[in-house]
């Protein structure tokens, strides 16, 4: 006689389905709210006020708002995912330079898309797969997501600039933005 078991996993991916829908872009950043989120991890907060700097600079941007987690390895928690969503037309979340923070980093660019604000998840390219692995397992194998140099940490403020630069393109592309200036 063959005694079956109960599986449960403990991911809740079978709850979430796949949902591979993203919110509808801008076509103009011109005036829009950006928001930024800031992980926590050395050099995320700078890498982010270049790419905003740059944002302001190529498409007129309004608001430039910086917002940080708690902690780099969780997803952004309902609270401030809500904040930002009210406040902002659109975010870009850094830094995933690690595995956890790369899952969580591209998780959280996933849960803004399904709460209806296009989003940029930033990850350092040595930790492409980890982020890969987090959009699957979040139903989303597809989500694109940007990946920048390694290493981010240790750099200077003017080699993050310039990692910002880099990223720019394709920052424009995730969210349909065309350059105006």
Known sequence: MTTLEVLIDPTGAAERGSD??????????????????DNTKPNATTLLEALGEALR??????????YTKDYF????????????????DVVVTAVGDCGSCSAATVQDGIIFERHGLPAVSIVSDSFLLSG???????GFPGYD??????????L??????????????????????????
């Open 20 to 37: 591979t829908t993203l919110s509808p872009r801008p076509g103009t950043l011109a005036g829009l709210r950006v928001g930024l989120l």
């Open 132 to 138: 890969q692995a987090m959009a699957s397992l979040q």
């Open 156 to 181: 200077s403020a003017d080699e993050l600039a310039g990692r910002a630069d880099e990223l720019m393109a394709g920052v424009e592309r995730i969210l349909g933005a065309e350059v105006t200036a």
């Open 73 to 88: 390895g969780t997803p952004v928690k309902d609270e401030l995912r809500d904040e930002i969503v009210r406040e902002c």
């Open 57 to 66: 600079r190529r498409h007129g941007v309004g608001a430039v708002t910086m």
């Open 145 to 154: 997501f940007l990946a920048a140099r390694h290493p981010i940490a240790s």
